[in-house]
């Protein structure tokens, strides 16, 4: 009688293990950003992005020819992100993942973060070297309960207008539809 007892208690014991993993595994693990790099310059070659973890030491990484990337973030969280590419004004994005407990506990998950980074030319003028605008942020809003950019004067005025100028001189292949869903930085 008790070795069925065992296995009985073995096969609950296996059962809850099962349970568990498959609730860990809906729960959200990383903040995922997929991104595309546009640049109104005809070179793909050596375009890298810096991460700062938590102001640890940076790890570059070599973004493909193709200008897409796709980043797993940690949750609760700071980091860092600077784009750069030779003779362009490099772009930086501080990305707070930091969420109330209480969401963290739901099931639904964050959609990907889509983000178009426009690295624009590096010109001699006064007027486009401005390091103050070049940095963007990223943050959970409570509010609209998503992950989005925080808006700068700077998006408005200079980015928006770069970036569809750039949309429409440029020969991207970019689906239009699909493009109008991302952030532009």
Known sequence: MKNKELKVIKLL????????????????KYFIISGKILSDSEMFQNITVEIIKN???????????TRRFRLELNYNTEYQLTFKQNDHIS?????NTEIPSEVMQR?????????AVMLDKAICEEENITISNSI???CYSPEKDIFSKLPTGFDIEYVE???LSIRQN?????NKSKFQSYQNF
């Open 13 to 28: 014991f296996i059962f809850l293990a099962v349970i568990q993993l498959s609730i860990s595994a809906q729960t959200p």
């Open 55 to 65: 102001n640890q030491p940076a790890v570059v990484s070599q973004i493909p020819t």
């Open 91 to 95: 772009k930086t994005i501080i990305i």
């Open 107 to 115: 099931e639904n998950k964050f959609p990907n973060f889509l983000m």
């Open 136 to 138: 963007q942020h990223i």
């Open 161 to 163: 207008q770069n970036a």
């Open 170 to 174: 440029s020969k991207l292949s970019e």
